[in-house]
């Protein structure tokens, strides 16, 4: 069983900034390409961030040039950090991941979600 577990939401001003972490642990090897998903209230779940095994980058354009997905693969950790904040960033940010977890005597790839974590934007 591997779990993704993801932290370092909260309250934030606008213009502040913050940063989420994603971690996995359990039956697992390493992590394959890792997500960061967003879902405003009311609004489905959008893809905002991914990063490749070895650290290539896309963004939505909603969040290019503020928003920053990086790795640590010794760690198997997923981060997101956020800057120049606004009212619409609020929203639950779920970490998705592809990860070779162990199964009986083989390696699969297997996608997980986290449970999310709420960031919200308010004065």
């Known amino acids: 069983q591997v779990q993704l577990v993801e932290s370092g939401g909260g309250l934030v001003q606008p213009v502040g900034s913050l940063r989420l972490s994603c971690a996995a642990s359990?039956?697992?090897?390493?992590?394959?390409?890792a997500h960061w998903y967003r879902q405003p209230p009311g609004q489905q779940r959008n893809l905002i961030a991914s990063i490749t095994p070895g650290g290539s980058t896309t963004y939505a354009d909603s969040v290019k040039g503020r928003f920053t997905i990086s790795r640590d693969n010794d760690k198997n950790m997923v981060f997101l950090s956020m800057n120049s904040l606004m009212s619409e960033d609020t929203a639950v940010y779920y970490c998705?991941?592809?990860?070779?977890?162990?199964?009986?005597?083989?390696?699969?790839?297997?996608?997980?979600w986290g449970q999310g974590t709420q960031v919200t934007v308010s004065s």
């Open positions: 359990g039956s697992m090897s390493k992590i394959n390409i």
């Open positions: 998705n991941a592809d990860i070779f977890t162990t199964q009986g005597s083989g390696i699969r790839l297997i996608n997980y």
